[in-house]
């Protein structure tokens, strides 16, 4: 099994705080290592903006052999198992090389939430685009 190595997206590193580059680095620490050829989405944060875009922050962890491109990615937020919002991204600049995990904060607008979320006891599910 290869070891997963924390990197940030060039941006991050400049403005993330001491506080949560520390949160990011223990959330790493404590998560056991990806399934081989996976994806997976670690919660960090989940918060409203104010104009009640629903944010969460989570570690991507990169488990494949090839880089991850976030390119019509569908993400769900859930909440005990229940869907609160979905939403298709493209994030170009967003590249995840292999066994690497990377922190990425992913914005679901106001009109992609069904219901308020509650923010705890939340998850990340990513669909696969339907190959045509």
Not at 10 to 17: A, G, M
Not at 46 to 51: G, K, L, M, Q, S
Not at 79 to 85: I, Y
């Amino acid at each position: 099994m290869m070891k997963q190595e924390l990197v940030y997206e060039p941006t991050w590193k400049r403005v993330l705080s001491e506080q949560d580059h520390d949160l990011i680095e223990k959330i790493f620490e404590r998560t056991p290592p990806p399934t081989e050829g996976e994806i997976q989405f670690i919660p960090i944060r989940a918060a409203y903006n104010h104009r009640g875009d629903l944010i969460a922050t989570a570690l991507i962890q990169n488990s494949k052999n090839s880089s991850f491109s976030v390119y019509e990615l569908t993400l769900i937020y859930k909440e005990n198992g229940t869907e609160l919002a979905k939403h298709v991204f493209t994030i170009p600049r967003l590249h995840i090389p292999p066994h690497t995990t990377m922190p990425w904060s992913f914005l679901f607008p106001k009109e992609a939430q069904d219901k308020k979320a509650s923010l705890i006891e939340w998850e990340l599910v990513w669909e696969p685009a339907m190959k045509g």
